[in-house]
Every structure is written in C-alpha cells, then in structure tokens.
C-alpha cells in the first residue's frame, strides 16, 4: 500500500512537473512570438530616431568641412556667442511662458466646456478645436497680416480705441509677445480637448461627497479635480514642452528669427546655422543643446507620474 501512494505521488509530482515545463515552453514561446511581432516598429525607432540621434551627435563634432574631428569645438564656439545666449534665453522664455499660458488657458475652456450639456458640447468642441487643426505655418501667414506694421488690423483696432500703433514685428519684445500669441492660439485647443477627456474621467460621486462635506467650488477644484488629473496635467505640459521648444514654422514665417536675431528659437537658428550659413555640423550642435534641458524636465515630470501611481496603488 505504501508502495502504491509513492508511485501515485511520483506519477502526480511528474504530470505536475510536465505541465509547468509545458507552461513554461507556452510561456517563451509567447515571448519570443511578441518580440518578433514588435521588431517592425524596434526597425521603425531605430531607423528615425535612435540613428538620426547618433547621427546628429557625431555631426556636431566634426569641422565645418566634415573632414577632421574637433570633439567638442563646435559646442565652445557656441557658448563663447553671445547670439546663441540670447537664442537660450529665448527659447527657455517663448517655451516656458507659452506652455504656461496653454495649460490655464485650455484647463479653463475645459472646465467651461465641462458644465455645458452634452447635446451642445459638439458644437463648441469642433470651433474650439479649428486652430489646432489648421497647419501652423498657413495659420501663421494669417496672423504675420494682422501684424503687419503697414496694414495690421490688430492696429486698425486699437486705433478705434485711440491706442497708439504697436510695432508688433519691429520691436524685439513685441517681437517676442506675437511669437507667443499665436503659439497660444494654436496649442491651447490640444490642452482643452486633454483636459476635458481627464474631467469626463473624474467620477461625479467625488463631488458629491465634496457637496455633502460642505466643500466650496474653489475646494472642489483643488482637492478633487486637480489632484485627479495630476498625471495628465504633467503628461500634458510635458509633450507640449518638449514641442514648444523644437518650434520651427512660427518663428520662421512670423519673424524669420529678426529683429537682430532677438526671436531665435533652438530650431530655427540650427536651420539658419546649419542649412542656410552651410555650417552643418555646427548647426547639430546647437539642436542638442536643448536635450539636456528637455530630459531633466521629463525625469522629474515621470518621476512625479510613477509616484502618484504608487500611492493611488
């Protein structure tokens, strides 16, 4: 009998033992099946992105010619210019002030669109949304009219008010301000439509809960709907940064980088180093001088991300 019940055990320790070898032969197959099926896109990445990064690296330490290797020359140059000091403050001052700008503005047309009934959102959605649809440098072409110092309607309509001209494009300040404007006016839809599928997602018994506590409108907002949108907020702000600040077509068709080079941002002045003065690898350089003000704002950001999902956890 004892005899019986140590082979039965044997015999079910085996089947048991099979069907986990089993398990985990299923197991790597899958593995192995996904890792083969994602390897169009990995070709796709390393294609468009992982090799033009390399690419542009090994560009910016190369000579004018790129014939000789000068290490980190090109990146000396540049810090030695005072040109590319004002195209640093420019790009940190159009991107920052601009992101801002979008996230208030879209978080508040969110929270307007939000309270209006859902049989009449559809409308305002698809009117709110046509400046981020329009292609931006056709858009831009509209506004470079409006600013133009010989016939701006901007400055007809001041003028009704009896405001003196402003000098929108000649002055590197105004300069700076239109830039931004129509920057705002083109991305401030994208946080809208963001931040209103984050405020559709919030549930309603939250608020309820908040009404019965006594909680006003301002302590709603602040404990309730800022706190669950948090991770949007900061994916959000965080796409648009990174956007912002490799923006090329505004400045280049509103401003062409002028007046004296005062509304350069990273992007258009690597093009007018580059492409136009023919200094390629130069040109490189001053491209990935925005890398790594742009990967210390992503850590901190995901970093704010993952710990939020830890504690909601």
């Given at each position: 009998?004892?005899?019986?019940?140590?082979?039965?055990?044997?015999?079910?320790?085996?089947?048991?033992?099979?069907?986990?070898?089993?398990?985990?032969?299923?197991?790597?197959?899958?593995?192995?099946?996904?890792?083969?099926?994602?390897?169009?896109?990995?070709?796709?990445?390393?294609?468009?992105?992982?090799?033009?990064?390399?690419?542009?690296?090994?560009?910016?330490?190369?000579?004018?010619?790129?014939?000789?290797?000068v290490g980190f020359?090109?990146?000396?140059?540049?810090?030695?210019?005072?040109?590319?000091?004002?195209?640093?403050?420019?790009?940190c001052f159009f991107a920052i002030t601009a992101v801002?700008?979008?996230?208030?503005?879209?978080?508040?047309?969110?929270h307007m669109l939000h309270h209006i009934p859902n049989n009449k959102q559809r409308k305002w959605r698809g009117m709110l949304l046509v400046?981020?649809?329009?292609?931006?440098?056709?858009s831009t072409l509209g506004w470079w009219w409006m600013f133009d110092p010989s016939y701006s309607s901007i400055n007809w309509l001041l003028s009704i008010v009896s405001v003196p001209e402003v000098p929108w494009l000649g002055h590197h300040w105004w300069a700076r301000i239109a830039i931004i404007m129509v920057n705002v006016w083109i991305g401030a839809p994208f946080f809208m439509i963001?931040?209103?599928?984050?405020?559709?997602?919030?549930?309603?018994?939250?608020?309820e809960a908040a009404a019965i506590d006594g909680a006003t409108?301002?302590?709603?907002?602040?404990?309730?709907?800022?706190?669950?949108?948090?991770?949007?907020i900061s994916i959000t702000v965080l796409f648009s940064l990174i956007v912002t600040f490799a923006n090329y077509d505004i400045v280049r068709v509103l401003t062409n980088g002028g007046p004296r080079d005062l509304t350069h941002v990273f992007a258009s002045y690597a093009f007018q180093?580059?492409?136009?003065?023919?200094?390629?690898?130069?040109?490189?350089a001053v491209s990935l001088f925005?890398?790594?003000?742009?990967?210390?704002?992503?850590?901190?950001?995901?970093?704010?991300?993952?710990?939020?999902?830890?504690?909601?956890?």
């Open positions: 009998m004892a005899a019986d019940g140590t082979i039965a055990v044997r015999d079910a320790a085996e089947i048991t033992g099979g069907r986990a070898n089993s398990l985990q032969r299923f197991a790597r197959r899958r593995s192995t099946i996904a890792f083969v099926m994602t390897l169009p896109l990995l070709a796709v990445i390393v294609g468009l992105v992982a090799y033009p990064a390399l690419f542009g690296i090994y560009l910016s330490m190369l000579n004018r010619r790129m014939t000789e290797f020359l090109n990146y000396e140059i540049l810090i030695e210019s005072e040109t590319f000091w004002n195209v640093f403050f420019q790009s801002l700008l979008k996230a208030l503005i879209g978080f508040w047309l969110a400046p981020w649809v329009i292609p931006p440098a056709l963001m931040y209103l599928a984050a405020l559709k997602s919030v549930p309603e018994q939250l608020y409108s301002w302590q709603r907002l602040r404990y309730v709907t800022l706190p669950m949108m948090a991770n949007i180093v580059g492409i136009l003065s023919g200094n390629i690898p130069r040109g490189a925005m890398l790594p003000f742009l990967a210390v704002c992503a850590f901190f950001v995901l970093r704010g991300v993952v710990r939020r999902n830890k504690e909601q956890m």
